[in-house]
């Protein structure tokens, strides 16, 4: 008898928890983009209306400008950015030997200033940083995603993976129970989405502003009541990298709109 | 210097209604936010914004603390002959900026 109503009590709480959905099928794909309302995909359809496209214009003006005490500009080496930085983005983030880790766009322009043009770093959400990450980004638009061809990288994204699919926070949520088993549904009326970061750095209608993906991981991450990586740590550069890995083969939109 | 974005097109026929579209980087504080601790930040706002087709003043908007960053300012106007539009954005802490684009009417 007790063994029959507990198998009974079984049968009721497996019929009570949506089947969990694991990974996204590489055929059901979708970009953030075709979870937008038409009115904010026209913004991103339309460059003179992408306010990311001013701070792609901001990014291209310090592409050219000579400093640091090296005297040099990021054009000085790298020649013709529609050359040079075409596909660049679609491969971050990237294993950097010197460092023995995966850096992430943004570190790397940091990289670069430090070790070429002898400049200080510029900070995290800096408009300048942005400005440069979202020119270069930009030169790699209708590119496919191909980050993690790199072996170097595989143990980097098995532990993204683990994060990614790891309960955390008060909300006791990992990212996978929204981003692969709930994509289909809404949040407080807005759609979840699937997590492909394919327009980053992205203007979002709410921050005003741009923003790279690691603010929007931090917002995420605050949103299940757990503490956020501070910007850069190796955490987050992890998880942007099995995110990335994970949208393989899907198109940049770089800088693209989000609502 | 902030940037802005222009979209006016190249060539039109005369007597064409055309759309023109306009985009400036501005960070439109609100000035009713405040800092962690507490203070206010100041209001920094686009107050009014011109666009003169070959001189005349053909569209004029004023704007407010509650209109988005980088305020997109979109109208139309009838095409009539070739020429210039000049735009122009004036705001507060004594912001003010210009853009033009040029237009082939036939």
Redesign the interface.
Known sequence: MRLRSAIAFAAIALAACPVLAGEIPPDQRRSGTSFMAPATRAIQDDDTANPGMLFALDGEKLWNKKIGSAGKACADCHGDVAESMKGVAARYPAFDKAQGRPVNLEQRINLCRANHQRASPLAYESHDLLALEAFVAKQSRDIAISTGDDPQLSPFIEKGRDLFMQRQGQLNLSCANCHDDNWDRKLAGSAITQAHPTGYPIYRLEWQTLGSLQRRLRSCISGIRAQPYDYGALELVELELYLMSRARGMKMESPAVRP | MA?????VPKKAKRGDVIEI?T?M?H??ESGFRHTSAGDLVPRDIITSFVCRYNGAEIFRADLFPAI???P?ISFFTVAKDSGKFEFEWIGDNGFAETASAAITVE
């Open positions: 940037s802005a974005l222009i979209n579209k985009l980087s960070i439109m988005a960053a980088n997109f």
